[in-house]
């Protein structure tokens, strides 16, 4: 029975050990990354009048957070998990320009005031780990 004691208490030091090497490999980040964007624009009577699209650069979050399932005498399940996800930190408003725009008939757009579109988007200013299922902030 003492040997089974002495066993149990090694295996926690063990597993606290790895608990603390593990939270050291986060790596959430705020990466570049470019996307196609398009967006159409209507007239008054709901007919396209016309679109344009471009390749955008934009933030994305990604990245590593840790995330641990342990026994637990405590919890219904007989384990406690703890799950993170890299998730933005805040967002930013961004305005893009899209530059080929073309009219309801695939034409290219040539006047100065139709080719250009400039488009609103939020994307990550930040990221880091969150709590999975934590909506609240």
């Known amino acids: 029975?003492?040997?089974?004691?002495?066993?149990?208490?090694?295996?926690?030091?063990?597993m606290f050990v790895i608990v603390i090497k593990t939270y050291a490999d986060e790596n959430c980040e705020t990466i570049p990354t470019e996307v196609h964007v398009t967006k159409e624009e209507y007239d008054e009577m709901g007919s396209l009048a016309r679109s344009c699209s471009g390749e955008v650069t934009v933030n994305k979050c990604e990245g590593?957070?840790?995330?641990?399932?342990?026994?637990?005498?405590?919890?219904?399940?007989?384990?406690?998990?703890?799950?993170?996800?890299?998730?933005?930190?805040?967002?930013?408003?961004?305005?893009?320009?899209?530059?080929?725009?073309?009219d309801p008939d695939g034409i290219r757009l040539q006047d100065e005031d139709r080719a250009m579109m400039e488009v609103r988007l939020r994307e990550p200013a930040e990221c880091k780990c969150y709590k999975c299922g934590d909506y609240s902030r």
């Open 64 to 102: 590593i957070c840790n995330s641990q399932v342990q026994p637990s005498v405590v919890t219904q399940t007989g384990f406690l998990k703890e799950c993170f996800c890299c998730k933005e930190n805040y967002l930013r408003e961004r305005l893009v320009t899209l530059t080929h725009c073309y």
């Open 1 to 14: 029975m003492v040997f089974h004691r002495k066993t149990l208490f090694l295996l926690v030091d063990v």
